[in-house]
């Protein structure tokens, strides 16, 4: 195991080029290495190299039954380990990469480590659209297999300070390109026959998107609109039906069925008109203090005044939810920091990048939304 973590600065937009050399050479040599993403912070290894990819799995203690996407900087090197692809696969590549894209492939065996898939004859690759991801991957001269940069279970680091938080002395490198850009993970879809688009993690490119590329998109269990149009009954807990212990379905994608992204304190939502939010949480949070829980609200800027805790948060406006995703994982990461033990979070719509910012919200929640 690595016991001291080198830090490298770079202008993100035209990171230095020794520096560049420098950390390839570490991942051909079978190190790790953080770096920057227009998403969030990926932990990279050497994606043909088992004992470079296992190490990946041993710093951020992540089940070995959960893949990671391989990521590319030239649609060249798709040759040496998927198999030839469809039509409209080959449209969303040109339509959305570079960018926050992961689309699952037919993998070409003996190609990539059998780390890398979990075993899966499926294989899943982004191109990002980060000057410095690119060019990183583009020293390095393979594949680089990438999952976000935090210990298993804490929120996606979109800083590196929440990189060296989570891994200092457990990786070999990050590479310091300032803040990652969407702030939540890739979306990551599977193209089926009949021009369907599955989306199994929803993310930074929309279903929206998708739609308006010419797919017709649907989504996999872990990955569907909680709003479904459904009436729902005050005080109902619902749980994700793939959290349902009677469901019976798996997510396609093994890493949904974890439950991720969490702070570690307990957080529940809390949907419904603002006036039945904010008294609910207003006699939860009061209830939880006389017990001497430290209580957090996450909110939205609108309503940030509605809220009585000991730590409210907000996380952006609802008029602009690409800046509150930006912000969710940094709020996560404070609360652990300021030592809160109860959390209750506002809920969005879930329209364009809403989706995906209500998707980890959930997940951040364990599934927990309380309808008042
Ligand atoms: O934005 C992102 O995608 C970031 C940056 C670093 O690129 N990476 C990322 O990786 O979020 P990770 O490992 O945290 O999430 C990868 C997701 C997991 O849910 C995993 O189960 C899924 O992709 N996945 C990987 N390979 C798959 C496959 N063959 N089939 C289905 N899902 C797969
Ligand atoms: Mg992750």
Known sequence: ???????????????????????????????????????????GANALDQDAVSRIFEAKGRPSDNPLIVHISDSAQLDSFTAPCGELVQLLMDRFWPGPLTIVLPL??????????????????????????LALITAAGCPVAAPSANSSGRPSPTEAAHVLDDLNGRIDA???GGSAGVGLESTVVEVE??????????GGI???ALRAAGAQVEYD????????????TPGSVELGAHEHPAAGIAPRSPGMKYAHYAP?????????GIDEVAAYIGKQSRNARAEGERTGVLAFH?????????????????????????????????FDDLGVSRIWAETCPEAGIGHALMNRLAKAAAQQIIRV
């Open 108 to 133: 070409k065996r003996a190609s990539v480590s059998e780390h890398v898939t979990a075993g899966l004859d499926t294989v899943a690759v982004r191109m990002p659209a980060h000057p410095v991801a």
């Open 1 to 43: 195991m690595t016991s001291k973590t080198k830090v490298y600065h770079v202008d993100p937009a035209s990171p230095d080029d020794k520096i560049i050399r420098e950390a390839a050479r570490t991942l051909r040599q079978g190190g790790t290495v953080a770096f920057p993403t227009e998403t969030v912070y990926g932990l």
């Open 193 to 202: 026959a009949g021009g369907i688009v599955r989306i199994l993690r929803p």
């Open 174 to 176: 990050v590479i310091d």
């Open 302 to 334: 609108e309503h940030a005044d509605r809220f009585d805790a000991d730590h409210v948060l907000v996380i952006g406006s609802l008029g602009n939810l690409e800046r509150a995703a930006q912000g969710l994982y940094a709020a996560l990461r404070s």
């Open 206 to 208: 929309t279903a929206e």
């Open 221 to 232: 269990i872990a990955a569907a609109p909680h709003d479904n149009g459904q009436e729902r």
């Open 264 to 272: 570690r304190g307990v957080m529940q939502l809390v949907q419904g």
